[in-house]
């Protein structure tokens, strides 16, 4: 992935630097990441996808529409390659967003879509939604496993609430992963079903926010699990991602619900993340005291 | 013409081609503001940049200089589809709408013929059509905004480019 820094890119349009960030401002295109010292990186590929159909268009708009098309094609042929169970065209579709693209906006913008439109399309009971979620799975387990090592000194719990890598919300538990290991977040994901061990594993994990993920389990066995770590660690943040509630909210009793995007919650994980209240790792004295609000506001959620 | 040579065999010559008729003057405008780009007015060469140095937010287009914007003015440029490619600042005010909202989008959407009277080449998706296809006769033609009534407007319509469009400047 080829990054171009706003000077860059202006100079490949022919343009000047404001009249770049004038265009992000009103057509929300090319759309940047931010580097750590908060300056603006364009991807090679849309910018160049832009400088061709700027030569052919006959507004700023339309040009911005014919390159958003042409960037939209991968999507549909991860589609079209999952649905004819072709493993090595799915893999070279990916390959081919990830050219363009960073690998979070990869996710965001055609894989998860993709699994989306198949759900959509056929219906989680069918073979095709089968083979792409499996797929799905794979890449993103590979991908987070290819990630270099956590830098920050923070580390989250993930719950999987999912029933397994059929559930819908499956791939989004694993992409939120996936950005927060890039983040540089130590992340440990363990089932929400199992409570034996659970105490060791949160005491060498030592995690800062604990996430609940997926909505297949009920909530009393989300209490518990919530409990087990509680009573291992502390009290600490609790975050539920795609457990049924929509909109972003957060009640006093410290749990916060994530988007369901999973770039939007790994955003909102950060924050509060560095929020100085998770900052410091809780107490194991406030225990007890805090893991039964935990369970209630666990509850109160579903 | 075949002429022969001097072994008889048929070969093409070259000849003299009649004189044309010179072309209208043109002038490049930004597909936004409207603002024609600085020329001396007699070769109006291609820009090097087509994207508008006055604001950055229109490409420059090519048009006959009689029937060309001026700064501020309303006008839209329309593909042979009929959709929406270009909405001008004054379009935008006008038609109370954001280019990026309607780009891609059927004119009637924005614009609905008002004159129930007209001739049929004086038709607007007629004009429209005949203009993007690089009909050279400027046409008008009487509009209103599609979601207000007692509001008529004349449309100019002319060929612009590249790529070949019609212009509707709104009077």
Known sequence: MRYLKTSEAAALLNVSPNTLRAWERRFGFPKPQRSPGKHRLFTHGEVAALRDALQEGLSISSAISRAREGLAADANSLVGALVSYDRERADAAIEAALALRSVERSVEEVLLPTLDEISRRYSVESAAWAFAAHWATDWLRRAIRLTPPPVRPVSIVVGDASRDELDRDAPYIRALELFCVRAGIKVLSLSARGVAGIGDAANVHRPNLVVVAGGHLDDDTVARWAYAIRLAVGAMPLAIYRRGAERPRTRGTGTTVLPSGAGDAQRALLDLLESDHVAATPSASAAAAGARAQIRSVRGFQ | ?171
């Not at chain 2, 280019?99 to 959407?109: G, I, L, S, Y």
């Not at chain 2, 004159?115 to 005949?130: K, Q």
């Not at chain 2, 004349?154 to 070949?164: E, K």
Request: aromatic share 2%; charged share 20%; hydrophobic share 45%.
């Open chain 2, 1 to 171: 013409m075949v002429n022969r040579t001097a072994h008889g065999r048929p070969a093409l010559r070259l000849v003299v081609a009649p004189e044309l008729e010179p072309a209208p003057p043109s002038v490049w405008f930004c597909s936004h503001c409207g603002a024609r780009s600085s020329t001396s007015g007699k070769l109006v060469k291609p820009p090097v940049s087509r994207v508008c140095g006055a604001c950055g937010l229109g490409l420059l287009i090519e048009a006959a200089e009689d029937v060309a914007p001026r700064t501020g003015d309303a006008f839209l440029v329309l593909d042979r589809a009929l959709s929406v490619c270009a909405v001008s600042h004054g379009a935008e005010q006008l038609l109370a709408t954001r280019e990026p909202d309607v780009v891609n989008r059927h004119v009637t959407d924005l614009l609905m013929p008002a004159d129930a009277e007209e001739e049929a080449g004086e038709n607007l998706s007629v004009a429209v059509a005949w203009a993007a296809r690089g009909d050279s006769a400027t046409r008008t033609t009487v509009v209103r905004p599609a979601n207000t009534f007692g509001i008529r407007l004349t449309a100019r319509i002319a060929p612009c480019g590249p790529q070949r469009a019609a212009l509707v400047v709104l009077e």
